[in-house]
């Protein structure tokens, strides 16, 4: 069993769409989740940071972690055009800070 | 401000060839990690270099792979001799000691015949 699960989709929306993107993951000991966008032929840049339990927003991205149900969650509102990539999870379980485990990742594409 | 480099963007070797992959970190960080993304996984973590020192090589897959980091400044991947199941993408990360956000390269993709 993968330590971290992640459809890998592809996901079509469209543009204005509000988009919701998920893992889960069995190790009880990451302590830090992150989320990562990855445009074609590029490295993945960090998104968002999260630490406990709740939702952080940053502008149109909200990340939500549900530690008890070892679940997290990314929302893109008002999706855009630009928004396509592929969205990866990753986490990290606190004696390493750059040692992530990763999703496999989510390929989303927001049509006009 | 330039961000991490890599080298070469793509390479395509055949088997039992032998293949060195560079990257350059962003300047002033101490943290320098390589993963790896082969086709239909997910990427994962090969080893972490502080300085010039190899801190975790846990992900390392076996001893066909060698990496060096010279001087705490860049550092190198090399594979000998490269299999078919090296295919992939090789991403270096780096980021500032105490930190825990990585700057990604573009990745090196890697294509053993």
């Known amino acids: 069993q993968k330590e971290v699960e992640q459809d890998p989709g592809p996901l079509s929306v469209p543009e204005g769409a509000i988009v919701s993107l998920n893992c889960t993951y069995s190790?009880?000991?990451?302590?830090?989740f992150m989320w990562y966008r990855q445009y074609s032929r590029k490295g993945p840049e960090l998104l968002m940071y999260?630490?406990?339990?709740g939702n952080k927003e940053d502008g149109r991205f909200t990340a939500q972690v549900d530690k008890s149900s070892k679940y997290i969650s990314l929302f893109i509102r008002d999706s855009q055009p630009s928004d396509s990539a592929t969205y990866l999870c990753?986490?990290?379980?606190?004696?390493?800070?750059?040692?992530?485990?990763f999703g496999q990742g989510t390929i989303l594409t927001v049509h006009p | 401000e330039a961000g991490v480099t890599q080298f070469p963007s793509h390479s395509v070797i055949e088997k039992g060839q032998t293949v060195t992959l560079r990257c350059d970190p962003i300047?002033?960080?101490?943290?320098l990690y390589w993963y790896r993304r082969v086709m239909g996984k997910e990427i994962k973590f090969l080893l972490h270099?502080?300085?010039?020192?190899?801190?975790?090589e846990s992900g390392m897959p076996n001893n066909r792979f060698l990496a060096e980091r010279t001087g705490g400044t860049y550092s190198t991947l090399k594979v000998q001799p490269a299999e078919l199941e090296d295919s992939g993408v090789y991403f270096c990360?780096?980021?500032?000691?105490?930190?825990?956000?990585?700057?990604f390269g573009e990745g090196s993709r890697l294509t053993v015949l």
């Open positions: 990360a780096s980021s500032p000691l105490g930190t825990g956000e990585l700057f």
């Open positions: 190790n009880s000991a990451f302590q830090y």
């Open positions: 999260t630490y406990s339990s």
């Open positions: 990753a986490m990290i379980d606190g004696t390493s800070y750059g040692k992530l485990t």
């Open positions: 300047s002033g960080h101490d943290n």
């Open positions: 270099f502080v300085k010039e020192s190899k801190q975790d």
